[in-house]
Nanobody
């Protein structure tokens, strides 16, 4: 299984970025797919996920209303659209695949719930 993230970069506060994740090696339509982030000196933080069922995405409170997630099951890709970026959004962002098929989204906010991680992509938001 491989997860390949791309799309990070430098943006000014209030700007937007789009991260993409290309997945291979598994039937991902059975699994939640999501994103975590890690800022320097901080623990990995749940950002959001898109449900295996294709229902509404589930987000951390800190990004809700600013970030959206979509998936293309035919292409095995997941996209994180980040709008209204703030300096505190600066971090390395990781694409993740749930370890458990058909899992309940609200119970999947801990890093241990995910068994596959992409390589990470840097997002830097300047003030």
């Amino acid at each position: 299984v491989q997860l390949q993230a791309s799309g990070g970069g430098l943006v000014q506060a209030g700007g937007s970025l789009r991260l993409s994740c290309a997945a291979s090696g598994r039937t991902f339509s059975r699994y939640n797919m999501g994103w975590f982030r890690q800022a320097p000196g901080k623990e990995r933080e749940f950002v959001g996920l898109i449900r295996w069922s294709g229902g509404s995405p589930y987000f951390a409170g800190s990004v809700k209303g600013r970030f959206t997630i979509s998936r293309d099951s035919a292409k095995n890709t997941v996209t994180l659209q980040m709008n209204g970026l703030k300096p505190e959004d600066t971090a390395v962002y990781y694409c993740v695949a749930d370890a458990e098929p058909f899992a309940i989204a609200s119970m999947r906010t801990d890093p241990s719930a995910y068994d596959y991680w992409g390589q990470g992509t840097q997002v830097t938001v300047s003030s």
